[in-house]
Nanobody, 121 residues
């Protein structure tokens, strides 16, 4: 069993900042990568940012220069620092991770329960 637990969402004014955290726990052999996705009402889930096991990052064009993804490998935790937030960032943010639960198993995708981020004055 693997669990991803997110925290840090909430209500913030336009131009403000939030930091999301996601901790993976359970039967973890290795983590290939971790990332954040988001889904706004009436829209499909979209990639926000990814970070590989080697620390390489990838961002959606809409968040480049404003969001920063990082990870603490020792804590199996990924963070998303979000600055200069605007109303278009309002969504449920989901943590994702590709995790192997044993040496012989393939990596599988795991998801957190989601955390609401609302940008409004």
């Amino acid at each position: 069993q693997v669990q991803l637990v997110e925290s840090g969402g909430g209500l913030v004014q336009p131009g403000g900042s939030l930091r999301l955290s996601c901790a993976a726990s359970g039967s973890i052999y290795s983590i290939n990568g971790m990332g954040w996705f988001r889904q706004a009402p009436g829209k499909q889930r979209e990639l926000v940012a990814l970070i590989t096991a080697l620390g390489r990052t990838n961002y959606a064009d809409s968040v480049k220069g404003r969001f920063t993804i990082s990870r603490d490998a020792g804590k199996n935790t990924v963070y998303l620092q979000m600055n200069s937030l605007n109303s278009e960032d309002t969504a449920v943010y989901y943590c994702n991770s590709r995790i192997r639960t044993s040496r012989i198993d393939d990596a599988n995708d795991y998801w957190g329960q989601g955390t609401q981020v609302t940008v409004s004055s």
